[in-house]
């Protein structure tokens, strides 16, 4: 566990000590751009309560979309993998789907549901979704053919086929890409509480954080909100991954090198 935990804390204190020279290094007149991380820490110590509650919402609408994408996501696969024929017909505008530009989308969603946690957690399912779904059809879709040939060859009906052959063998894609879905959800979250989030009077997430911090250049702060923005990326897939290893360690391959 130490030879794990060495290499990133190691590298951890070489970036610190990078920022602190950086900061020695810039003339006084732009030392503001780049505060100490005693500053920063002093700023989110300053503004506990509102960046927690800030925390919090952000948290919600990153679990909310992910969780409903994940939902989806399975749900979809199971249908593309069904068929060639239903592929060929939906997997388009899967890909329309992903790349539709958020930044139009987001005027769409407060014309139909409103600025708010709804719309918020909308723009993180459609950000979330397209990985999740390529990435279990695929697995479903890559079931060893011997495997098959021999489920066939016993008469075993395509639900059995379905959980006793594909479902396993997805399982290591399905959480590829839930890793991939943990790192995009609170990046959706945030992209979404700074487009169609609160703005007025009501709740808010990281995102409006951010932008009333920029706006009034209360850079600590600024810094503070973005060091917690990444803490909860790394929560998501910290989790994901502890799942994944619990799920996939006793048996797959990719967990013994």
């Known amino acids: 566990m ?29 030392k503001f751009l780049l505060p100490t991380p005693g500053r920063i ?7 506990a309560p509102e960046l927690a509650a800030a925390t919090g919402w952000t948290a919600a609408a990153a679990l909310g979309g992910f969780a409903l994408a994940a939902t989806v996501a399975v749900g979809f696969s199971l249908l593309l993998a069904s068929s060639r024929l239903v592929r ?15 930044i139009i989308i987001a005027p769409i969603l407060i014309l139909w549901v409103g600025p ?21 059809t695929q697995g479903l879709l890559s079931a060893d053919q011997n495997l098959v040939d021999l489920f066939r060859m016993g008469k075993a009906t395509p639900w059995q086929q379905l959980w006793l052959l594909r479902v396993p063998a997805a399982l290591p894609y399905f959480f590829a890409g ?5 790192v995009l959800a609170p990046i959706g979250a945030l992209t979404g509480d700074y487009l169609v989030g609160t703005t007025s009077g009501g709740d808010a997430g990281l995102g409006i954080t951010a932008m009333i911090c920029s706006t009034r250049s209360e850079i600590p702060a ?8 990444c803490a909860l990326g790394w929560l ?6 502890a799942a994944s290893w ?10 013994n090198h």
């Open 41 to 47: 820490l002093a700023a989110a110590s300053e503004r």
């Open 116 to 136: 708010g946690l709804p719309s918020v957690i909308i723009v993180t399912f459609l950000i979330s979704f397209f990985p999740m779904v390529v990435n279990n």
């Open 222 to 229: 600024l810094y503070a909100t973005a060091l917690i923005a």
């Open 178 to 182: 839930l890793r991939i879905a943990a």
């Open 88 to 102: 060929a017909a939906l997997y388009p505008y899967v890909m329309v789907l992903q790349m539709v530009p958020i």
């Open 2 to 30: 130490s030879r794990r935990l060495l290499p990133p804390l190691l590298t951890g204190v070489l970036i610190l000590l990078a920022w602190l020279a950086l900061h020695t290094a810039l003339p006084p007149s732009q």
């Open 236 to 241: 998501f897939v910290g989790t994901v991954s």
């Open 246 to 255: 619990a799920a996939l360690h006793r048996w797959h391959d990719s967990y």
